[in-house]
């Protein structure tokens, strides 16, 4: 006699009781402090502790403010060259961890690359700070070169992840196939693998932009007088009197934010 058949249901998470209830809260607890925040932006009253109309008159006043202004070019530019020269960075240590035969070290080379993402950022401020007074105290310079260099560190391992990523999902064949047509290893990069790359390269320098633009710690702590960023503005004025300037401000960076990370997400999918 033949045992009746028993179906064997998979685990599934969504079988759990309460889980739609605690994904639900939890989507509530990320998202109704940002949904507030571009709701007040738009907020026709001179407070924030009243929410009187729909009106486009703080994003208006942002745009005129001269200190915004100053502070959103300057962060567009340290932004900018911090992109660059990680990206540069990042696409050379990729290619050197990726590109060649294991060898004694390459653990501890991975390991300093993401050096800034597994230590507290503020502990990199602090290290940051005091190794820049020291040569402010031998050089009288102050500029903005700090904030460039500074920047530009901390951005290298946000774009050295998607490019390593790329190099190791892509297909050798035709590296190979270049080498053994005895193709100079500059040309075949040049040729074959620079254009196989270019999307993680785009991946890693626009994660790289976000994470420079939206910067608030090691800027703080790296920055002189009159060098404020969009960030560190903002935080300046939460301290002084909170108006819906700043919620314009922030949702601006929030949609900008958003336009890069789906760009990025979109050029990191997996395709066929």
Request: charged share 10%; net charge positive; hydrophobic share 60%.
């Amino acid at each position: 006699m033949a045992s009746p058949s028993v179906s064997v249901r998979g685990f599934n998470i969504k079988r759990i009781p309460g889980f739609a209830t605690v994904a639900m809260l939890v989507f509530v607890i990320l998202y109704a402090p940002i949904i507030t925040l571009v709701v007040y932006s738009f907020n026709a009253a001179d407070s924030m502790a009243n929410l009187n109309g729909f009106s486009f008159r703080w994003y208006v006043v942002a745009w005129n403010d001269d200190i915004v202004i100053a502070a959103a070019l300057r962060s567009l530019m340290i932004a900018s060259f911090a992109t660059l020269v990680s990206t540069i960075a990042a696409t050379m240590a990729a290619l050197a961890t990726t590109r060649t035969a294991p060898f004694r070290g390459m653990t501890l080379i991975y390991a300093v690359i993401n050096q800034p993402l597994m230590v507290p950022e503020v502990v990199t401020a602090v290290a940051l700070l005091i190794f820049f007074a020291i040569i402010k105290v031998w050089t009288g310079y102050t500029g903005l070169a700090y904030l460039f260099a500074a920047h530009s560190a901390f951005c290298i391992p946000f774009a050295y992840l998607p490019i390593r990523a790329r190099l190791e999902n892509m297909d050798l064949s035709l590296e190979r196939a270049a080498a053994d047509l005895y193709a100079p290893p500059w040309k075949a990069f040049r040729r074959v693998t620079l254009p196989l790359l270019w999307p993680g390269i785009l991946a890693g320098a626009m994660l790289a932009f976000v994470i420079s633009l939206d910067d608030v710690v090691i800027t703080e702590f790296v920055k002189s007088a009159g060098q404020d960023t969009l960030p560190t503005f903002m935080l300046g004025q939460l301290r002084r009197m909170i108006t819906p300037e700043v919620d314009a401000i922030a949702t601006t960076l929030l949609l900008s934010g958003i336009m890069f990370v789906t760009i990025f997400f979109l050029l990191n999918r997996k395709r066929a």
